[in-house]
């Protein structure tokens, strides 16, 4: 730093003393301000590349805010130098110099950070937002500054309007962001982070603008000539700025501290991470409600303005047009974003009511969901506005489809089982109930909840190709009917009780499962259901059902007879 800043003073001294004739320290006056332009573009640029989040950001803008500046110095040199023009006025290199604090006062804004919710927006939507901000910050203060003061200065003035107009904007524009770098550096999170970036990035700034207030005293005053050394304060600005863009990166200034508990760092953690959102949020909503500030400050000035003297100048109400259409679109943009934002979030919750109420992989409703159906329908059981059957199905050997074919052999077969299975319950609910188990609710009466087991059965009994084996496997069913039992006592195959009507859901599954049990022991592949009279006994399904139960299906290619994929002969 202390070299760079070295080799500006020597520059500036040489082409300032005129010792190598006025000429030739103009021609270095211009190339160095034009060097300085484009090293500063290129060190931001250059340096972005290699940072993240707001470094990045900011640099960026200030390299497209650069490049403006260098673009408008190369005109002003050849104006001057090979024009021979010493003092170029409302030329074509106002437009670049003018351009760059438009990208500037985004680039400072970058400074405050970026919420997640803005961050989710995408590249581009930031920086067309940023851009807009810029524009309407610095034509909100210009329209202040005509309303105020600069109008009756240039009216007055001895230079001609539009020459002094665009040579008073500049100091202007520098001062607002001059000001805007101290109330960042007045920010505790801000000043701790980005201290010498700041630093430099502010005392850049103000070494053009007192170069640019100097040259607009001399258009004031009817000046036809810049003495070379007033243009020190843009060399010097370049250099600055470029060397705040190659400052080290930031680092976390609030590091756990070492020797602490895992609890302990975890809670610091998070701490920090709530009160860095928190800032990050309040600095966003500075941010946004910046550009509406100024408006409403104009809109303020106006008034009195029009009730003092019953006129406005028709340079305010052309500019103050001008800023409050940047705003509508600015505002139109910002209701899109929030539109697109409240569809993702609409989605997004949808997307978590699914999973929280469907399983993973089959797409089935999960244990969870299945419930609050059978609680349902339990009540509306016992108000008597519906019945309804519990069926709980059981894979026979599913463990042997995981011990050949892995995990993906065997959740390829659970979802496309899972698919017959929710084919086969027309009106009702079906559930993975976890594992190889799954359960449904027939809205029906129990004659229709046992066809619905038989039709389970059936479908799950066709083959299924597994990495070209045909894989057969058998189920285990239990049936329950949800409503009034006649139970008697004693009864093995009744259940001990008065009425299903009182029963609850845990009770039922309980009976369920005592069902789908008793088709295990009789050999598997079978069902069984409660009927109205609390028996508990056997439903056929079938001849296809018998020969599964004593001729059980096997996996085609296993050179193993024993390992059986449908369930085992029945003895």
Not at 103 to 110: M, Q
Not at 199 to 215: F, H, K, R, V
Not at 293 to 304: E, N, Q
Not at 406 to 421: F, I, N, S, T
């Given at each position: ?59 960026v803008l200030m390299a497209a805010g650069m490049a403006c500046w260098s673009a408008g110095m190369a005109v002003w040199a050849f104006y001057r130098s090979a024009l021979d023009m010493p003092l170029p006025t409302a030329s074509v290199a106002d437009v670049g110099f003018f351009l760059f604090p438009i990208f500037a006062v985004p680039a400072l804004l970058a400074f405050v950070g970026l919420s997640p919710r803005r961050a989710a927006s995408g590249a581009r939507h930031v920086w067309v937002m940023s851009s807009l901000d810029g524009a309407v910050v610095v034509g909100s203060l210009f329209v202040l500054s005509w309303a105020t003061v600069l109008g009756a200065v240039v009216h007055s003035s001895e230079a001609t309007s539009i020459e002094f107009l665009v040579a008073i904007m500049y100091p202007i524009t520098d001062l607002v962001l001059v000001a805007m770098i101290v109330l960042l550096a007045v920010i505790p999170k801000i000043a701790s982070r980005y201290r010498t970036q700041l630093t430099l990035l502010g005392a850049g700034i103000l070494m053009m603008a007192i170069s640019d ?359």
């Amino acid at each position: 730093m202390t070299v760079v800043l070295g080799c500006v003073l020597a520059i500036v001294l040489l082409a300032g003393s005129n010792v190598l004739g006025q000429r030739i320290s103009v021609l270095i006056d211009d190339v160095a301000q034009l060097a300085g332009g484009i090293t500063a573009t290129v060190v931001c640029w250059r340096t972005a590349s290699r940072r993240t989040g707001s470094e990045r950001q900011w640099r960026v803008l200030m390299a497209a805010g650069m490049a403006c500046w260098s673009a408008g110095m190369a005109v002003w040199a050849f104006y001057r130098s090979a024009l021979d023009m010493p003092l170029p006025t409302a030329s074509v290199a106002d437009v670049g110099f003018f351009l760059f604090p438009i990208f500037a006062v985004p680039a400072l804004l970058a400074f405050v950070g970026l919420s997640p919710r803005r961050a989710a927006s995408g590249a581009r939507h930031v920086w067309v937002m940023s851009s807009l901000d810029g524009a309407v910050v610095v034509g909100s203060l210009f329209v202040l500054s005509w309303a105020t003061v600069l109008g009756a200065v240039v009216h007055s003035s001895e230079a001609t309007s539009i020459e002094f107009l665009v040579a008073i904007m500049y100091p202007i524009t520098d001062l607002v962001l001059v000001a805007m770098i101290v109330l960042l550096a007045v920010i505790p999170k801000i000043a701790s982070r980005y201290r010498t970036q700041l630093t430099l990035l502010g005392a850049g700034i103000l070494m053009m603008a007192i170069s640019d207030s100097i040259y607009a005293y001399l258009v004031a005053t009817g000046a036809d000539f810049m003495p070379v050394l007033t243009d020190g304060g843009f060399i010097a600005g370049t250099a600055l700025i470029a060397l705040a863009a190659a400052a080290p990166r930031t680092v976390d200034d609030n590091p756990s501290p070492r020797g602490s508990s895992l609890h302990g760092s975890s809670l610091h953690g998070s701490e920090t991470t709530a009160r860095a959102y928190t800032e990050t949020v309040t600095g966003e909503r500075t941010q946004l409600l910046l550009p509406y500030a100024l408006m409403g400050a104009i809109g303020i000035v106006l008034a009195i303005l029009r009730v003092q003297t019953g006129d406005l100048d028709s340079t305010v109400v052309v500019l103050g047009v001008a800023v409050v259409l940047l705003s509508l679109v600015r505002q139109v943009i910002t209701l899109v974003q929030n539109d697109n934002l409240l569809r993702s979030l609409s989605r997004a919750q949808a997307e978590l009511t699914y999973r929280a109420h469907h399983d993973g992989l089959t797409g089935l409703l999960n244990r969870s969901s299945f419930d609050e159906h059978l609680r349902a329908a339990v009540n509306d059981a016992r108000a008597g506005r519906v019945r309804a059957a519990l069926l709980l199905i059981d894979l026979d050997d599913f463990k042997s489809v995981n011990d050949r074919f892995g995990h993906g052999g065997g959740d390829r077969l659970l979802v496309e089982l899972a698919r017959r299975l929710d084919r086969c319950v027309v009106d009702g609910v079906v559930a993975r109930f976890g594992g190889d188990e799954f359960t449904a609710l027939v809205y029906a009466d129990l004659d229709t909840g046992r066809a619905t087991a038989v039709r389970i059965a059936e479908a799950m009994r066709t083959t299924h190709e597994i990495d070209g084996h045909s894989v057969s496997v058998g189920v285990c069913v239990g049936v329950v009917q949800i409503g009034p039992l006649d139970r008697r006592p004693h009864d093995t195959t009744t259940v001990a009780g008065s009425d299903t009507s009182d029963v609850d859901e845990d009770e039922l599954m309980r009976l369920a499962d005592r069902a789908m049990y008793k088709a295990k022991h009789e050999g598997k592949a079978g069902i069984y259901a409660y009927d109205t009279a609390g028996t508990l006994s056997a439903v056929p399904s079938g001849s296809d059902q018998a020969i599964l139960g004593t001729r059980p299906k096997m996996v085609a290619g296993e050179p193993d007879p024993a390992r059986l994929i449908g369930p085992p002969t029945r003895t």
